[in-house]
């Protein structure tokens, strides 16, 4: 059964610092695997989708790697700004009809 | 650009009583899905549509549930006899179909409907 982890669960860095967001997942058996941002009592904004034959996607401030063999994604947001901070959420695509499966989250503050 | 939109933004309910929560996905979007988020926890899948049919369900999505796409704009989930624990926020997506490959396209959310169940 697939398990989805983030890690930290939260987080907190000054201005202008890099952001370095973890996934991992247990199956790696996925089709793509999608970062979204979720601002509090909102909805999910899609930030990059990686594709499983892809290494990297980027997006202005944002990068995004997977090793699939290894069952890890990274996200990094360079030059934090405190408009950044959100709670940050990865989902894997199983090689099924297109359920995401999601982890719980980074919460992140970026302090001015 | 264009986006999900979901009706209404918070709903309340009695328990017992049915409730139905309208998504009108992207325009040339053809996969449709319902999710939905307790209070503190993770995104979890409810249904996949495609073709005016579901596609796939999870263990959630028993007979209480229903999806149905009632004309060529709106997704409706239907909730026949709410229970306390269906409060939640419950997000609507979608997904283009370009050829076959629909599996590699992103999803697009909405910004959900928070239902509490009184």
């Known amino acids: 059964k697939q398990e989805v982890t983030q890690i930290p669960a939260a987080l907190s860095v000054p201005e202008g610092e890099n952001l370095v967001l973890n996934c991992s997942f247990t199956?790696?058996?996925?089709?793509?695997l999608q970062w979204f941002r979720q601002d509090p009592g909102k909805g999910l904004t899609s930030l990059l989708l990686?594709?499983?034959?892809?290494r990297e996607q980027t997006s202005g401030r944002l990068n995004a790697s997977l090793d699939k063999s290894s069952g890890r994604s990274t996200l990094y947001i360079a030059a934090s700004q405190p408009g950044d901070s959100a709670t940050y959420l990865c989902?894997?695509?199983?090689?099924?009809?297109?359920?995401?499966?999601f982890g719980a989250g980074t919460q992140v503050v970026v302090t001015p | 650009e264009p986006e999900v939109t979901q009706t209404p933004s918070h709903q309340v309910t009695q328990m017992g009583q049915e409730v139905i929560l309208r998504c009108v996905p992207i325009?040339?979007?053809?996969?449709f899905y319902w999710y939905r988020q307790i209070l503190g926890q993770k995104v979890e899948f409810l249904v996949s549509f495609y073709n005016n049919e579901i596609s796939e369900k999870s263990e959630i999505f028993d007979d209480q549930f229903s999806v149905e796409r009632p004309d060529g704009s709106n997704f409706t989930l239907k909730i026949r006899s709410t229970k306390l624990e269906d409060s939640a926020m419950y997000f609507c997506a979608s997904s283009p179909l370009v050829l076959d490959r629909v599996m590699g396209q992103p999803q697009h959310f909405g910004d959900g409907t928070r239902l509490s169940i009184l």
């Open positions: 325009s040339n979007h053809l996969y």
């Open positions: 199956d790696s058996a996925i089709y793509n």
């Open positions: 989902a894997v695509r199983p090689p099924s009809w297109g359920k995401l499966q």
């Open positions: 990686i594709q499983s034959s892809q």
